[in-house]
């Protein structure tokens, strides 16, 4: 693949992502998904990285209006590109190092440490916390997302690159998940009363 050459796109009409965010939705196969239209950008979001739609819904959230990527999906597209590939380094539950190339060619390494995460504020003091239960993942998954943001943004059309945890989420140590502020929730709507129309009374003015 020349280098030169951009992702390759999945040819997603609106209104095949549409149909398909309709189906998936009333599936209930992906719990995360609260509406039809939120399925449905999640469809077009992957399409534009060569994505199909079950694994969009699978490896893709919308968190507080931006796109995240689970660590797996991010990978997989940087591996795909045939232009940039990446290379651990070091991986243990204090430290995370992966190198980054391109062409073959070393471009970058990012690194993400225990030390960086207790920095950031992520490390909870609950023992349910997933940065206490799955180190070696989420220092990778941050490591990763790091890397992809500073080394291969043309892969993901310049948009910044997260994970779901880097945007406040709860998620798994597989990187599902767990709890987040969506964009695309249930809108509540409730029945317009009308006005209660008004009697003229002779000899007043209203």
Wanted: contains cysteine; neutral net charge; proline residues 6%.
């Amino acid at each position: 693949m020349s280098d030169d050459k951009p992702a390759t796109m999945i040819a997603v009409s609106v209104g095949l992502a549409e149909r398909l965010g309709g189906s998936m939705h009333k599936s209930r196969l992906f719990p995360g998904i609260v509406n039809a239209e939120g399925a449905q950008a999640i469809i077009l979001a992957g399409a534009e990285f060569g994505v199909g739609p079950i694994a969009s819904l699978t490896g893709i959230n919308l968190i507080k209006g931006k796109v995240t990527y689970s660590a797996n999906l991010m990978a997989a597209v940087i591996r795909r590109s045939g232009r940039y590939d990446y290379r651990i380094v070091e991986h243990t539950d204090k430290t995370c190092r992966i190198e980054f190339t391109h062409g073959r060619q070393a471009i970058g390494v990012s690194e993400f440490t225990w030390v960086d995460a207790e920095r950031a504020g992520l490390i909870k003091s609950s023992i349910d916390s997933n940065w206490r239960n799955y180190p070696k993942a989420m220092l990778f998954a941050r490591a990763l997302s790091q890397g992809a943001r500073w080394h291969c943004p043309d892969l993901f059309a310049g948009m910044p690159v997260y994970t779901p945890d880097e945007l406040g989420a709860e998620a798994a140590g597989d990187g599902d998940v767990v709890a987040a502020e969506w964009t695309a929730t249930a809108v509540e709507t409730k029945p317009v009363v009308p006005p209660v129309p008004v009697k003229a009374v002779p000899g007043v003015t209203l």
